[in-house]
């Protein structure tokens, strides 16, 4: 399976407005559309971080070879993907008139954060210290961007190491997150493996205790290698009545 790690950067909307204080917008007062700026990725199992910009490819370059790699995916790995990067990845080609890219099995380490911890914070950089020992590249905010805007060769140099920063941190993430990613697409399915591990592939599984449904009792397994839990898909099934 081709799994790629994904990060996108977008600018904001430069608007016109009379007032800082809580000023209500409307699309008349938009002089630029905000977009994204730039995007990193890389393929699960290689070393290399791919990156592309407006600034060093131009817009169209930049968005083809981002519909190119997703094209060529299996599954893609975010983090809080399905709530910006995606949508922002599928609004700009649908902008720029491009194809709708074909359904991609999504993984995104946020949700399974969100769904199996208590962490205090949600943001990336506190996983990855948590988890990892590590950090997002620090940056002055806004300015930032606004330097970006402003064409700054030291910012877009800032942006690229802080943009391929943020992909790089996925994937030791992922390896990390594996085992308790619960819709995690079934290696045992696309490697025609029945009885190896549904995340890792690996076939060194033990059987321990037995897991049970309303309607059935199945052999619970775990991975020795990554330590995911599953059950055989075919147990004992259980009589029941019906209620009329």
Not at 177 to 185: A, C, Y
Request: aromatic fraction near 10%.
């Amino acid at each position: 399976m081709k799994i790629l790690a994904l990060d996108v950067e977008t600018s904001g909307a430069v608007v016109r407005t009379f007032s800082l204080f809580k000023p209500f917008i409307s699309q008349e007062a938009i002089i630029e559309h905000p977009r994204i700026i730039c995007w990193s990725a890389q393929w699960y199992g290689t070393a290399k971080t791919l990156y592309a910009s407006e600034y060093e490819h131009g817009r169209e370059d930049m968005l083809e070879q981002l519909h190119a790699l997703i094209m060529d995916a299996d599954a893609i790995i975010t983090y809080n993907g399905q709530g910006f990067d995606i949508p922002w990845i599928e609004g700009e080609f649908l902008v720029e008139g491009m194809s709708p890219t074909p359904p991609v099995t999504h993984i995104d380490l946020f949700r399974t954060i969100k769904q199996r911890t208590r962490f205090i914070s949600g943001k990336l950089d506190y996983a990855v210290n948590r988890l990892l020992g590590d950090r997002k590249i620090p940056h002055a905010g806004i300015t930032l961007w606004n330097g970006c805007a402003a064409g700054d060769p030291k910012a877009w140099a800032l942006m690229k190491k802080y943009s391929k920063h943020d992909t790089a941190l996925l994937l030791p993430l992922y390896d990390i997150l594996r085992p308790w990613i619960k819709s995690h697409p079934s290696l045992a399915v696309i490697d025609q493996k029945p009885d190896a591990c549904v995340v890792c592939g690996s076939d060194n599984l033990r059987i321990k205790g037995r897991h049970y449904t309303k309607t059935g009792s199945y052999p619970r397994y775990q991975c020795r290698d990554c330590g995911k839990w599953q059950r055989r898909r075919q147990g004992t099934t259980i009589a029941t009545h019906t209620a009329i």
